[in-house]
């Protein structure tokens, strides 16, 4: 086992009944990494999860965890813990065995139990609701009893499914904070499951973006945001112009266009809103749209390359609906797409 | 008042009347003080009350009730719950079909099922009458049982048992561990409305009884047709009460009118 593959999936394909979730899945990742899959609902992320924690048998394909073969091990043999979107708080029991029912099916008893309980419970800052039953805590305290739960149990990978998405957005940037302390304390390996870019690009250090049961891209979020490859990605995180390269033209609604930079190589170009030049360059467009943004004010625009979305510091003066302005798509800027669909 | 504002008021006046009524006459009845069964009751006394618990074939026939009441309402959730287990995780083929199977005794009239058994079962495969009673009562409760346990089942959440797996636990200790206490009320709950079906039950039982064994209630009918004193009416009174008195328990500690 090298150090950059201390869970590796090889190969996974996962399918139920007939119909295939997740096909010829390969993914390697670092021990203590933190890592998002991100993707839109139905893209394979949650049934890649549930494969990894052993809850869905593997159609074909190799599950590896700190090296030995997991594909096969029952999920109760496993070492992976697992935050359900839900929590999945055991609502008979309190917080206090709620916490040490892992522990005590591993056979711990008596001081050790406790001692291992308390400190569970302390360092999600629970340590005051031990004796409450699960329905008695709010959301957020449900979540990090459930957290607790399974870091007691010291796993070897810590799963988190959709993590922040039943928060408000208070208790949201709490969670993120505390997700990464428990991850910097522990150096537990992360997944977690996302459908949100905002909450990947903030919390993981590489993100795995899925389509369609597979890989569509790896990277930092840096790349992620910067250097999407394809025009999925690129929709997903953002950028809103997104136009297929033809022979160094663009291919629109309005047919093949010149850029007015050179060309680079790449299968497609995509700009987000404020990367459009507004005020000059060699296209035209009438404002069919606008909004204010705070910061910023956004743009819809008509025209012949079809509609076209940019957005400038809202200091700038404003322009009314129906205004015609120049453009530019400047090519130097653009994210370059090796894919296109 | 006119017409129309007086025609709710009597409406439940008549209702509540013929509910209870027949209860309230029986009830008064059994504290008569004269020979045969009679209402207005002539006198007050307990003799017929005293009486009940002297007839020896009472004796026999509630302790058979009772063992058919907790033996075959507890053989039925030992059946019920694995059923209404798998009816509601997961989805199985021909899933419909095995709900109307396990519900038909609730639909098809007792005296059809009494005579079905005693037909095609008790007389051509010589079957003991305990046992015959036992399986009866035992299939009579089932559709009780299964109703009861699936709507708790549907309202526990089905990852908690995932979450006991992860933690270490076999799919069958997290059956034990987290499902059973979480659906414990429910399973309660279908054993008492089970338990006073199976005892109120008439129709089947009449059919099966024999020679020496019967229920209870088969043996008051029997013990009407020869002897007409008040201890029917004293008997049934305590009977009423005790069903009163373990509904309005359950009631009490286990919200039972959640589940049925």
Redesign the interface.
Known sequence: MSDASYLSLEKLTLAYGDTVAVADLDLDIRKGELIALLGPSGCGKTTTMRAI???LPVKSGHVRLDGADMTWVP????A???V?Q?Y?????LSVYENVA??LK??GMRGADLDAKVQAGLKSVGLSSFANRKPAELSGGQQQRV?LA??MV?EPKVLLLDEPLSNLDARLRLEMRTELQRVQKETGVTMIFVTHDQAEALALADRIVVMKGGAIEQIGSPEDIYNRPVSSFVADFVGFENIFPLEGGRLRTSGGLIELSGEAPSAAGLAWRPRMVTLGTGPFRGTVRGTSFAGDSREYLLDTSLGPIKAEVEAGLSAHPLGADLLFDLPAEKAALLSKFS | MNARSLFIPITLVLVLGFLIGPFLIIVAASFSAGETLNFPPQGFSLRWIAKVFTVESFQASFAMSLFLAIGGTAAALVLGIPASYALSRYKLPGAEIVRTVVSAPIIVPGIIVGLALLRYIVVPFQVGITLALFVAHTALVLPYAVRVVSASLDNLRSDIEEAAVLLGSSRLGAFFRVVMPNIRGGIMSAFILGFVTSFNQVPVSLFLSGPGVRTLPVDMIAYMEIVFDPSVAALSSLLAFLSIGIVFAAERFLGFSRYV
């Open positions: 924690a052993g809850l999920a109760n043999k496993r992976v813990g697992l359900f839900s999945a708080l055991f609502p008979h029912f892992g099916l591993k459930a739960r399974s149990m």
